[in-house]
């Protein structure tokens, strides 16, 4: 991992492009937004903590999840959580509303959750999918004897 000397955010590689800036407060994402929406967020996040550790980074414009690298990020709306989760394969389902193919192993799948109802067994069975990438062990290892190059 490497830390921005700046702002102190860990990356999972060093001098990774991003926007330099301090983190926000996360109830001010919340602040304009009904009781439901920061219910389904925290639906959410409780799935996502029985994972494994997990960073919330309440940035200026989103709220982006962390292991290594991002893996999924949410925009409070005031009646819904707009988001998107980055899979390491695409996933064709009514419930997403665009998926863009960044790189092979990174598709990011945009949806919108109304209710805490919606993080059901199949939308938690995507998360645990992101949070692999998250952690980057979605990627292949090198074998036994041959470092990575």
Partial sequence: MWTCPECGRGFASRNQVHTCAAL???DRHF???SPQV???FDAVLA??????PVQVLPEKTR???QVRMSFAAFMPRRHWLN???VLARRIDSPRFLRVDTLSPRNVVHAFRLTAP???DREFTAWLAEAYQVGAQQH???PAAGNPPS
Avoid: Q
């Fill in 83 to 85: 988001g998107h989760l």
């Fill in 38 to 40: 920061r219910a389904t």
């Fill in 117 to 119: 109802a919606e993080v």
């Fill in 139 to 141: 990627l292949p290892r």
């Fill in 47 to 52: 799935s996502v903590s029985a994972l494994g």
């Fill in 24 to 26: 926000g407060d996360l």
């Fill in 63 to 65: 709220i982006a999840l």
């Fill in 31 to 33: 602040a304009r937004a």
